[in-house]
């Protein structure tokens, strides 16, 4: 089947069902978790081929285990989230009634990138699903294990007529986002993010972009430096740093170079201790591999200081150790993109100032993490700063609180996921005014006497 005739069976299934009830809504969340949970221990092991390797503990701790809660959260949610709202009339139009209803848009369409491909194809399907959509997912081409079991199992448990999952490369994927789609969601770069809110542009589909971008760490001089380690490395070094809220650079005070570097790599051995075997994730791919090596390259012949942080170890293939990286300037590649994998450019500084100044140049990232104790630093980065998302005194964990709006700002994507705001992103917010049986407003019609005039400069003061 063609996508285009996919996406008109799934436009039919919409027409005969266009506000599918809660009970019905509540089946297919179920039935995803079930397919979760019959089939861990295959979507592990195809994930972990299609990156040569991924370490299962990440799989589960960054994929199934927040794909799971997901569900949980929608099927505790979604009957308050279905309710329509009350919203209130002004006086001049009362005892009318307005009211916010939520209706589904029809079909929605999501583009999956390959870093996270379960949670980043499952988190949208899961609040399309509830808020009464069918579905169309394109899976990357870098995932081709995944992909084609997500396909499988997906048929075998949700049949066709509620989401149908395709994969293929960029030309699969410029047809899927010129598609007449209710609206599309799309997990990606900056660069492929144009090009499918172009082609989405010439059908007025309306777009929500999860892109990436360089997110930046500082951390405060007061802060304890062990423990702002420990936490910027969990969160840098997760699936080797191909994570799209991985702490990109970090700003450290001046004084604790040497500090830092000795507390880098204790941790980062503690975390790794067999890090060529088991436990770290590989570069995915080849293309991501010379990608990283470019990067290297790049700010090695440029001049940078480039510290590894595991002592030993030997080559094994697309494993990269971490590094971190000084000396370096914005001519280099590795402060102009998105570094995606294991290294860390480190900028000392000396004052608050001159950071936000530096932050504020850059495009605007997908999150901020700041290390401080102190109430008016922290109020400083919050008001004179703007990101996607903040997580402050650790790395990455807003993106776990289904209770938080996900998504970035300007370079970083538009519009948000998760939670509320998931279900609200899939629905249209429909606005009802509901006259009343006895309506003041007839006062009000053509031709203007003296009472509608009189009626209208009341009204005008009010
Ligand atoms: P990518 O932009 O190369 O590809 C993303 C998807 O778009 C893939 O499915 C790909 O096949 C498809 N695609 C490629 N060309 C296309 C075209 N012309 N039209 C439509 N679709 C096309 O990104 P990637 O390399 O898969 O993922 C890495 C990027 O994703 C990083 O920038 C990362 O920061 C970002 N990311 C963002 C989030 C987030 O939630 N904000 C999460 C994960 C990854």
Redesign the pocket.
């Known amino acids: 089947m063609t996508i285009q005739a996919s996406l008109e069976h799934l436009q039919q299934q919409h027409q005969q069902s266009p506000y599918p009830a809660i009970r019905q809504r509540l089946e297919l969340l179920r039935t995803l978790k079930k397919l979760l949970k019959d089939n861990e221990a295959e979507i592990i092991q195809a994930i972990s081929k299609d990156f040569g390797y991924r370490s299962p503990y990440e799989t589960e701790l960054a994929e199934i285990f927040p794909a799971l809660k997901t569900i949980s959260y929608a099927e505790k949610h979604l009957a308050n989230w279905m309710q329509s709202e009350r919203r209130s009339v002004s006086l001049w139009f009362r005892p009318a009634k307005g009211s916010i209803m939520y209706q589904p848009l029809g079909v929605v369409g999501i ?6 491909p379960l949670y ?1 194809a499952l988190g949208p399907l899961v609040a399309a699903l509830a808020a009464g959509n069918r579905v169309m997912l ?5 995932t081709p294990q995944f992909s084609l079991l997500f396909a499988r199992l997906c048929g075998k448990y949700l049949g066709n007529d509620w989401v149908k999952v395709v994969y293929g ?2 030309e699969m ?2 047809d ?2 010129r598609l007449p789609f209710d609206h599309l969601l799309f ?3 900056a ?2 993010g144009k ?2 809110m172009q082609a989405a542009s010439d059908n007025l589909t309306p777009v929500t972009l ?3 971008g360089q997110s930046p760490v500082v951390i405060d001089d007061k802060y304890s430096l062990t423990v702002a380690t420990e936490r910027l490395l969990f969160g840098k070094l997760l699936n080797a740093g191909q994570t ?1 809220l991985a702490p990109d650079h970090l700003y450290l005070p001046e004084a604790k170079q040497e500090l830092f570097i000795e507390q880098a790599r204790k941790t980062a051995e503690a975390f790794y201790p067999e890090w060529e075997e088991l436990g770290y994730t590989s570069i995915a791919s080849t293309r991501q591999f010379e990608r990283y090596q470019t990067l290297f390259n790049d700010a090695r012949d440029k001049g940078a200081t480039i510290i590894p942080l595991f002592s030993t170890g030997r080559r094994v293939e697309r494993k990269v150790p971490p590094a971190l990286v000084f000396d370096t300037s914005p001519e280099m590649l590795i402060r102009q993109q ?1 570094i ?1 994998g294991p290294l860390l450019p480190v900028i000392r500084y000396q004052d608050h100032n001159e950071v936000i100044k530096a932050i504020n140049a850059q495009p605007r990232p ?1 999150a901020l993490y700041l290390f401080s104790h102190d109430k008016e630093c922290i109020h400083r980065y919050m008001t004179e700063t703007i990101s996607g998302g903040v997580t402050l005194n650790d790395t990455i964990l807003h993106v776990s609180q289904e209770s938080l709006p996900f998504g ?1 700002v300007g370079a970083s ?1 538009m519009g948000h996921y998760h939670g509320h705001e998931g279900f609200k992103t899939f629905s249209k917010a429909k606005s009802i005014f509901m006259q009343s049986r006895f309506a003041a407003t007839r006062l009000m019609y053509p031709p203007a006497g003296r009472l509608a005039k009189f009626l209208l400069s009341l009204m005008k003061k009010s």
């Open positions: 583009i999956v990138p390959w870093n996270y980043l394109k899976m990357s081409e870098y490369g960029p994927g410029a899927f986002s997990t990606g770069s660069t492929i090009k499918v999860e892109l990436g799209c998105e995606f997908l970035g994507g």
